[in-house]
């Protein structure tokens, strides 16, 4: 069993940057592909992020912008947030499973979420 704890939301204004982090326990985590998902108040869990190996994929709201890495001796993933605008506002997901995807169902394991409020 995977458990993840993320860290490092907060409110910022726009154009600002933050920084999140995921860390993962209980589990090889380098077998995971691990990504990151976004859910604003009313609206549907949302793709953001994932990275398998060096492969990295993004939605096309955040590419440019938001960076997806992480750190195997530290059992952490992180998402560095560039440029952030408003419509960016949601609880952020880390998430980890065995499937390079898109969708929520392809993830096994999931944090509790961090909040992101960007002000404009």
């Known amino acids: 069993q995977v458990q993840l704890v993320e860290s490092g939301g907060g409110l910022v204004q726009a154009g600002g940057s933050l920084r999140l982090a995921c860390a993962a326990s209980?589990?090889?985590?380098?077998?995971?592909?691990m990504g990151w998902f976004r859910q604003a108040p009313g609206k549907e869990r949302e793709f953001v992020a994932a990275l398998r190996w060096d492969i990295r994929v993004y939605a096309d709201s955040v590419k440019g912008r938001f960076t997806i890495s992480r750190d195997n001796a530290k059992n952490t993933v992180y998402l560095q947030m560039n440029s952030l605008k408003p419509e960016d506002t949601a609880v952020y997901y880390c998430?980890?499973?065995?499937?390079?995807?898109?969708?929520?169902?392809?993830?096994?394991?999931w944090g509790q979420g961090t909040q992101v409020t960007v002000s404009s």
């Open positions: 998430a980890a499973g065995q499937r390079f995807g898109r969708s929520r169902y392809d993830y096994d394991y």
């Open positions: 209980g589990g090889t985590f380098s077998n995971y592909v």
